[in-house]
């Protein structure tokens, strides 16, 4: 990971536009390519930022990142490189689910048709190059389905999702594979996030699960 603090200006040019004034700020570089902005507030949500697949070009004074699909474009003005390093990290052991968390994947799992009628289970914790898929299954019509469960669904949840859905798709003998986004309860703008990308998202019922009192989740 390259971390670089610098007094610059940010412009978003795409599908929308957007401008970050000159200031000083935090630009986190990953090793999946990912570019963000941050500022010292809003906790770990950055001000803008590019996902992967993307390419940075450094010029002198200019910064460009350009989405690899989309051609969409990060633009930073540098003004003053005010520090500049890397470290690695290595491979992250991912994040450890809670009890409710994990008890969700483990009881859909047992009861997949919840998703719908014809739906089979190939395997919880599909393990990926970034990290294991909660569950990995197939619809009623044979095609795969990568399934993301939360206990709260929020944009991170979708986001980790994606990332398995392009790793995934790549696979021949899997592609092509949707996604679905699981939870207890998912924020709008999850939702939103989720139909821009082509995801689905089911409210999960923890008790109906357990066997007390079922309802079937809404599918959007």
């Not at 007094?7 to 970050?20: E, I, K, N």
């Not at 690695?88 to 009628?117: F, S």
């Not at 009623?140 to 790793?167: F, N, P, S």
Request: proline letters at 5%; one cysteine or more; aromatic letters at 4%.
């Amino acid at each position: 990971m390259r971390l670089v603090i610098a007094r610059c200006s940010v412009d978003y040019v795409g599908r929308l536009t957007a401008h970050l004034p000159m200031a000083p700020r935090l630009i986190l570089i990953k090793a999946d390519g990912s570019v963000s902005i941050h500022a010292d507030d809003r906790a770990f949500k950055p001000l803008n930022w590019m996902n992967p697949p993307c390419k940075l070009r450094e010029d002198e004074g200019t910064w460009t990142v350009t989405h690899g699909k989309t051609g969409e474009k990060l633009i930073l003005t540098i003004e003053d490189v005010l520090h500049d390093t890397s470290h690695e990290l290595g491979i992250d052991p991912g994040l450890q689910k809670d009890g409710v968390e994990a008890h969700l994947q483990e009881l859909l799992a047992e009861h997949i048709t919840t998703l719908g009628d014809g739906w089979t289970l190939v395997r919880r914790e599909y393990m990926t190059a970034i990290g294991p898929v909660d569950i990995l299954c197939r619809d009623q019509r044979g095609g795969t389905v990568a399934v993301e469960i939360k206990r709260r669904g929020e944009i991170d949840g979708v986001e980790q999702l994606t990332r398995y859905l392009e790793l995934l798709n790549r696979d021949p003998l899997l592609a092509p594979v949707k996604g679905v986004f699981a939870a207890q309860e998912i924020k709008p703008q999850a939702r939103v996030l989720a139909a821009d990308r082509g995801i689905d998202c089911v409210t999960l019922d923890y008790d109906a699960l357990r066997g007390i009192e079922p309802e079937n989740p809404t599918l959007f």
